[in-house]
């Protein structure tokens, strides 16, 4: 199969197209027939991308581990998708990505896609989505009528929080630059707070049950005195992964895959009460510049997406 992999580490961020073997599904694994692949920019500094799962270091990693396509084979013991049936999701760190025309899978790590996105706008949604869900609640323990600041709420996480936290009844204050005010008060933000020009802790008058930090450097440190005591502060910037603060160790949380919360999340798409955004479209053979790239046609919002299969919308 065609994939488009990390060049020798002496051009780190350049990706070079090869030639794999197409995988074969294991038991509870499902090979999918990648459409298009959802991209973070910030996976090229991860850990996953340049150690194995042993801490070895890691050479020609395949990027990008969100996903949407078709199911091409299912490993034994899988009965919840068929050949052919259209997927979203994501697939685990140290495996190979989705900047391939096939991706391995565990079944439980994705689910049917939205109905009502194309095959494009899906590949936006499983981490993005899936990590405001697990920061929200999991780890913040939302309740209606919380006070929520979300760091940098129109990002391609902070998109999801706004409107999920404002979807369960919460007062939403959102950090952001003044060209996003209108983008993230129309997805639910009550409060919009420019950071750049007036420091936060200025701005924010009563405490707040849940800070959700996605923007880093001193963002998250910062929040802590504004938190209403008893309640969650969370972060899931990659530069507050390998700190020794323990409060930010604790913190701090990696998404992880869940079909269930997949399967919520693609309902709340399809009966329009949660919306994605796709920032640009890169073909296959650009795969590079989604990652370091500036990119020509962008929409101002959502995710940059790589278009794998020829012709997919
Ligand atoms: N731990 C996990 O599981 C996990 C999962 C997904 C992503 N991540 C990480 O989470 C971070 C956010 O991801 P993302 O996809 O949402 O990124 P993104 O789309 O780039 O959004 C980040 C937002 O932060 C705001 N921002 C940037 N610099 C800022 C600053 N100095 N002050 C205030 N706001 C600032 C920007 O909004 P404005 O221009 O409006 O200010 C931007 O929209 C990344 O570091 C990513 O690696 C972690």
């Not at 794999?20 to 038991?27: A, D, H, I, T, Y």
């Not at 936290?165 to 204050?173: E, F, K, P, S």
């Not at 420091?199 to 996605?214: H, L, N």
């Amino acid at each position: 199969m065609k994939v488009m992999r990390l060049a020798d580490t002496s051009q780190p961020t350049q990706l070079v197209e090869a030639s794999l073997p197409q995988p074969q599904p294991g038991p509870g694994e499902v090979l999918v027939r990648v459409a298009a692949a959802g991209i973070i920019r910030t996976e090229l500094q991860w850990y996953p991308t340049t150690h194995t799962r042993t801490g070895e270091k890691r050479a020609n990693a395949v990027l990008a581990h969100e996903f949407s396509g078709t199911v091409a084979s299912v490993g034994e013991g899988v009965t919840d998708f068929t050949v052919g049936q259209t997927v979203f999701g994501m697939n685990d760190w140290f495996e190979e990505g989705a900047l391939a025309e096939y991706c391995l899978t565990l079944a439980t790590s994705i689910a049917p896609a939205p109905a009502t996105l194309s095959l494009i706008e899906a590949a936006t949604v499983p981490i993005s989505a899936l990590t405001a869900w697990q920061g929200l609640f999991h780890r913040g323990h939302l309740h209606p009528g919380d006070r929520v600041l979300i760091h940098g709420g129109a990002g391609g996480v902070g998109l999801f929080a706004v409107q999920i936290a404002h979807l369960y009844g919460a007062h939403v204050i959102s950090t952001a630059s003044p060209r996003n005010f209108d983008f993230i008060r129309r997805l639910g933000a009550d409060e919009i707070i420019d950071s750049r020009a007036t420091p936060f802790e200025q701005a924010i008058t009563q405490p707040v049950e849940i800070v959700f930090d996605t923007v880093g450097g001193d963002t998250f440190l910062r929040s802590l005195p504004l938190l209403s005591p008893g309640r969650h502060a969370v972060t899931i910037t990659a530069d507050n992964e390998a700190t020794e603060d323990p409060r930010i160790k604790e913190a701090f949380f990696i998404v992880e895959p869940n079909q269930r919360q997949l399967m919520e999340i693609a309902a709340l798409i399809d009966t329009s009460k949660l919306k994605t955004y796709v920032d640009a479209i890169v073909p296959f053979s650009d795969a590079t510049q989604a990652y370091t790239g500036s990119l020509p046609d962008r929409r101002g919002h959502g995710k940059i997406v790589v278009a794998v299969e020829p012709g997919v919308r």
